[in-house]
């Protein structure tokens, strides 16, 4: 197994390819959820991730090796580190990306000069598929995650967290399939072990959590806005690693996540994507459970398709009830509409959309459905809007929308 020792030379031999990324304190973050909270903001690292750390940690070592080219697979962020990595030391790359992986993730890649393969529904399709490639073109497969080069480059990141700030309570990682948790765990556990390191998933794909908590989940999602994390088995090496060192592991649902990308957008103006968002959510949503007073959350990226955020905004502003959309049932006569209207303007909500369905000519209705989509405030001033139009005689109800079911 690596050690402290393997990072640390990690950290020497790729400290001229990359950033030392900021850790900084974060006020209002810590208003929210109560405890002293800094982020390191590797969402500012080159490559727009911790991805660039691993890879250049991996790739720097192959330059005596006679290769052909070096191939993976990745959901995007370890592609652009390979791809940045290879265009760096002249290498020939290939790139396997799931075909669901965010455009900007693949034009970024494409721009370093990787070639560029989509394969697969999920992470685990794509990476069969570059290992295959890897076999008949005899080229370098570089690991996302399972690999000790790879863990050590990731696990700088510890290094760098406690040369700025040694008298931190926690550490809360991301967790997909392992490399960046593992890493960090390494270097935080081997130099200071009182310090809690937590690691966190999405509810969609929680195969470290159901590993070692015994468990199953029932029912889960077969998406996630959180696509850095999206991994369906566990890394061998990586768990080896995290069963030692890891205090605990929380999954996070999806509407968490979209609620604590939008936080970080209002309240620290820092765009942050699903995978490195979740390391808010798990506060959040289990906030109670972790009883850690200062702690360190790490931003693990930043790069988001920008068709995909405005949905995540939208998911985000209606977990925090500051938007709903709602079916009021009205008689199909004149004045009906009227009084529903003057409900949402004495409660000072905004309008945004209403669609009323049309009756037919030759087919008039008893009954007409009336959707809206409200600007408002707060969970609080909705519940009043819906009691008020209930009040009037009407029925009235949540619609979904965007996938999302969102109870009253």
């Known amino acids: 197994m690596i050690g402290l020792k393997d990072v640390e030379t990690s950290r020497m031999r790729i400290s001229p390819y990359i950033h030392k990324t900021p850790l900084t304190y974060s006020q209002s973050i810590s208003d929210l959820t109560g405890k002293d909270i ?64 965010p455009l900007i993730k693949i034009i970024t890649t494409k721009s370093y000069g990787a070639y560029v393969i989509l394969h697969g529904k999920i992470y685990d399709e794509s990476y069969s598929y570059a290992k295959s490639i890897a076999e008949d073109e005899k080229m370098e497969f570089i690991p996302a995650f399972d690999d000790e080069k790879i863990i050590a480059g990731q696990g700088t990141i510890g290094l760098e967290i406690l040369e ?50 015994n468990t199953k989940i029932e029912n889960k999602p077969s998406q996630t806005i959180a696509e850095g994390i999206a991994v369906k088995k566990t890394g061998e090496i990586t768990y080896s690693i995290l069963e030692k060192y890891l ?48 702690i360190v959350l ?28 709602m079916i009021v049932k ?11 209207i003057n409900v949402i303007s004495e409660e000072k909500a905004n ?7 049309p009756s037919l000519p030759l087919f008039p209705k008893i009954e007409s459905t009336v959707e809206f989509t409200l600007e408002t405030k707060n969970p609080d001033q909705i519940r009043r809007i819906f009691d008020k139009i209930r009040g009037i005689g009407y ?5 979904e929308k965007g996938g999302l079911k969102k109870n009253e």
């Open 298 to 325: 790490i931003l693990s990226g930043g790069n988001i398709d920008v068709t995909l955020l405005s949905k995540i905004i939208e998911y985000g502003l209606i977990e925090t009830g500051r938007l709903v959309h």
């Open 351 to 357: 309008i945004i959309t209403i669609h009323q369905d």
């Open 38 to 101: 800094y982020l390191k903001f590797e969402n500012l690292q080159k490559t727009g991730s911790f991805k660039i750390r691993g890879a250049m940690n991996y790739i720097s070592q192959l330059k005596d090796k006679k290769i052909n080219g070096i191939v993976t697979a990745s959901a995007g962020n370890h592609a652009q580190g390979v791809a940045y990595a290879g265009k760096l030391f002249n290498i020939k790359t290939i790139i396997v990306m799931p075909e669901n992986t």
């Open 164 to 213: 700025d700030l040694e008298d931190i309570d926690a550490v809360i990682v991301p967790l997909g399939g392992g490399g960046l948790s593992a890493g960090i765990c390494i270097a935080i556990k081997e130099k200071s072990p009182k310090i809690k390191v937590y690691g966190v998933q999405s509810i969609a794909f929680p195969c470290f959590y159901e590993k070692f908590k």
């Open 330 to 340: 009205l008689p199909d006569l004149p004045g009906h509409l009227s009084r529903v």
């Open 395 to 399: 029925d009235v109800e949540i619609l």
């Open 247 to 294: 205090d605990d592991i929380f999954v996070v649902d999806e509407e968490k996540i979209a609620q604590a990308i939008l936080l970080f957008l209002e309240r620290t103006k820092t765009l942050v994507e699903g995978a490195g968002a979740t390391t808010l959510a798990v506060l959040l949503e289990h906030g109670d459970l972790i009883h850690k007073k200062k």
